[in-house]
């Protein structure tokens, strides 16, 4: 076979985007490079790797074979450039970190800039997701490690505490509900909502306690992060549900007040989740023992 580790990765990436476009972007080569080397890959193979239609690309079943063996031999070279670090100045690893939405904003920056800091040869490749799909990955290792929030099952998985996180209702200082000492988010419900955007594992998740609770959500706009929405609830676009760290942080300098909820997940624990240590790769392994320390 004539192709390498850089096209196991770009295979890897499409496959996990679920798109050639977005896979490549991942690998960082542009769409004509990526495109040349799958076809490439087929021609070497034989078969075809991937369906494509409009939705996107999917492995077909050569595809996933070929996935689960790109996967194996990619944690295989981590491992062996972790150990080797020790020995090789310069010599880069990396490691795949997978989070829910306030953990990716409020808790891992000030965490991950620290331990960036103390090991310059390790990059980390940090990607937000739901809960589920985290505890997924991890166990068909496609991450290295996982942030979650109240974890689904996760059997043959290892979980350690790493934060409370507490969702709280962000409203204009003279909001009616602003003298509320705690509301339900139902009550939310009753009002505009500025939220996050698509794809955004927050956003999913409140969508489907509102679904549940058969009220949609009135979103009026949609950002990217809490400093931005709250300041939009301060100038009375709608009231956001947001991390009670980011509430706290935008007070210090907005008209808004934070409410806590009444509803019972809205207070989460945050848990790292990960398989068996000992089958990381060195830099997973330090990052890992880094976030339990912290």
């Known amino acids: 076979m004539r192709f390498d580790l850089a096209d196991l990765r770009l295979f890897l990436n499409v ?8 896979g490549a972007e991942r690998a960082g080569l542009a769409l004509p490079s990526a495109s040349e080397r799958v076809k490439a890959m087929e021609e070497t193979l034989g078969v075809p790797l991937l369906h494509r239609d409009r939705r996107g690309a ?4 050569a595809g996933l ?28 690893g990396r490691v795949r970190v997978l989070s829910n939405t306030a953990a990716i904003s409020e808790h891992l920056p000030g965490s991950l800039a620290a331990f960036l800091a103390r090991h310059p040869t390790v990059d980390i490749e940090l990607e937000e997701r739901e809960s589920p799909d985290i505890v997924e990955a991890i166990a068909g290792g496609q991450a290295d490690i996982g942030i979650v929030a109240d974890p689904p099952p996760t059997a043959g998985l290892e979980t350690h505490p790493f934060r409370e996180d507490r969702l709280v209702l962000v409203v204009p200082v003279r909001h009616p509900l602003a003298r509320a000492r705690q509301v339900w988010f139902a009550e939310a419900l009753d009002h505009d909502l500025v939220g996050l955007s698509h794809g955004s594992a927050l956003q999913s998740h409140l969508g489907r306690h509102a679904a549940r609770l058969g009220k949609p959500m009135r979103l009026r706009v949609r950002l990217t992060g809490f400093d931005a929405i709250c300041r939009l609830v301060e ?4 009231l956001a549900v947001v991390p009670q760290t980011a509430a706290s942080r935008c007070r210090r300098s907005m008209a808004i007040r934070a409410v806590r909820m009444r509803d019972d997940w809205s207070v989460r624990q945050l848990r790292i989740c ?7 790769p060195v830099q997973a392994r ?7 320390a912290s």
């Open 58 to 61: 999917r492995p077909t079943a």
């Open 235 to 238: 100038d009375g676009a709608g």
């Open 15 to 22: 496959a996990e985007a679920g798109s050639l476009t977005h």
């Open 286 to 292: 330090r990052l890992l023992e880094h976030l339990r």
């Open 65 to 92: 074979a070929l996935l689960e063996h790109a996967r194996l031999m990619l944690a295989q070279f981590e491992r062996m450039k972790g150990e080797l670090g020790a020995h090789a100045r310069g010599l880069k």
């Open 274 to 280: 990960v398989r068996r240590p000992s089958a990381l």
